[in-house]
Structures are given as C-alpha cells and as structure tokens.
Nanobody, 119 residues
Framework: QVQLVESGGGLVQAGGSLRLSCVVS????????AGWYRQAPGKQRELVAI???????VYGDSVKGRFTISRDNAKNTVYLQMNSLKPDDTAVYYC?????????????WGQGTQVTVSS
C-alpha cells in the first residue's frame, strides 16, 4: 500500500520561503514520478511541479524561477522549495506519486498541506 504524507505548510509573509516535504511509503520509490499540485478556494487543482525518476522536472508557468522540486530516493521523499512567495500562492498543496510499472495505474495522493501567504 502506497501512502503519502506531506508536511511543511504554514503561514508566511509575501516574499518569504517555505519548504514542503512529502514522504512516500512504498517500494521502488526511485522508479516513481512524483509531484506537487495545489488548489485554491474556488479554483481547479493545478500543477505546481513534477519530477521524474531520472530527475527531470517540469514546472507550472506561475512558479517558474521561484519554486524548485527535488527528490531524495534514499529517504523516499520529494521536496518543494518555495521562494519569493506571493499571496496568489495561497492554496492547499498536494503531493502525488505514480509508478505504473511497479504500482499499477492508480494515482496516489497525500492529504494536503495548507500554505497561506499574507500580503
């Protein structure tokens, strides 16, 4: 059974930084693609960043140059470093992991962590 647990959210002033962590329990995490998504009130969930098993990353347009995704396969953890935060970054941030060859077709999601950026 694959489970994801996020941490690191909180309240920060505009211009500040936060680092989110997502610990993934499950075998062969190194083969998984993992990523972060966010959902603000009244809006659809959107991609923040994803990182493949080979370390290649993709970012949403609104966070390019400010956020950095990384992974530590030894710790089964994916990180999201968020710098230069803006009030528009306020949302619940969710971690997702997939590994079709190992875990099958299911998408695994965490419970979410709240990030609030004050102006």
């Amino acid at each position: 059974q694959v489970q994801l647990v996020e941490s690191g959210g909180g309240l920060v002033q505009a211009g500040g930084s936060l680092r989110l962590s997502c610990v993934v329990s499950g075998s062969a995490f190194s083969s998984a693609t993992a990523g972060w998504y966010r959902q603000a009130p009244g809006k659809q969930r959107e991609l923040v960043a994803i990182i493949g098993s080979g370390g290649i990353s993709v970012y949403g347009d609104s966070v390019k140059g400010r956020f950095t995704i990384s992974r530590d396969n030894a710790k089964n953890t994916v990180y999201l470093q968020m710098n230069s935060l803006k009030p528009d970054d306020t949302a619940v941030y969710y971690c997702k992991a997939v590994s079709p060859r190992i875990w099958g077709p299911k998408e695994y999601w965490g419970q979410g962590t709240q990030v609030t950026v004050s102006s």
